[in-house]
């Protein structure tokens, strides 16, 4: 069975400064990962989806990779904004037939 | 507006009276799926439809029920509800399924009590 973690489960950091988020999972076969962004009250948006045959992808300041031989990955936030507070949560889909298994996530503050 | 909508948003009842969320997109997706999400647990599926009248069990399908009549329409159906079933569900839906290599969009999400 997948089991994913996410690390850390908080983060508190001031504004400006650069972080990574880490995800690791048990069963290197894997479709593809997402990370996903939710905001308190609110459902899930998408930041950035990694297929298994991809090393990274890039939106803006995010950047995630993957490395599905070791089974993780990292988000990377450039230059943090107060904005980017939010829960974010890494999700694997992989052992077939559709299914998804998601992390606890982290919960980033980015404080002024 | 692409969208995936549910309703109601929040949802207060009592053990074994019978309930339906919905959910619906307007995107033309194949794929849909329910979440539900607690605290400590993160989100675990509860049940998924690669199309229409094609539906299968995610990891915690217990106590819940769906259909896939519609496209565009993705119920959840708890029949007798009990309290464990206190929890905030998503719906998402994608076009081709994870598989496929593309997007899941998530609903506001559904708050539900069970007394």
Sequence with gaps: KQEVTQIPAALSVPEGENLVLNCSFTDSAIYNLQWFRQDPGKGLTSLLLIQSSQREQTSGRLNASLDKSSGRSTLYIAASQPGDSATYLCAVNGGGYQKVTFGIGTKLQVIP | ?115
């Design chain 2, 1 to 115: 507006e692409a969208q995936v909508t549910q309703n109601p948003r929040y949802l207060i009842t009592v053990t074994g009276k019978k309930l339906t969320v919905t959910c619906s997109q307007n995107m033309n997706h194949e794929y849909m799926s329910w979440y539900r999400q607690d605290p400590g647990l993160g989100l675990r599926q509860i049940y998924y439809s690669m199309n229409v009248e094609v539906t299968d069990k995610g990891d915690v399908p217990e106590g819940y029920k769906v259909s896939r009549k519609e496209k565009r329409n993705f119920p959840l159906i708890l029949e007798s509800p009990s309290p464990n079933q206190t929890s905030l569900y998503f719906c998402a839906s994608s076009l081709l399924g994870s598989r496929g290599g593309d997007t899941q969009y998530f609903g506001p999400g559904t708050r539900l009590t069970v007394l």
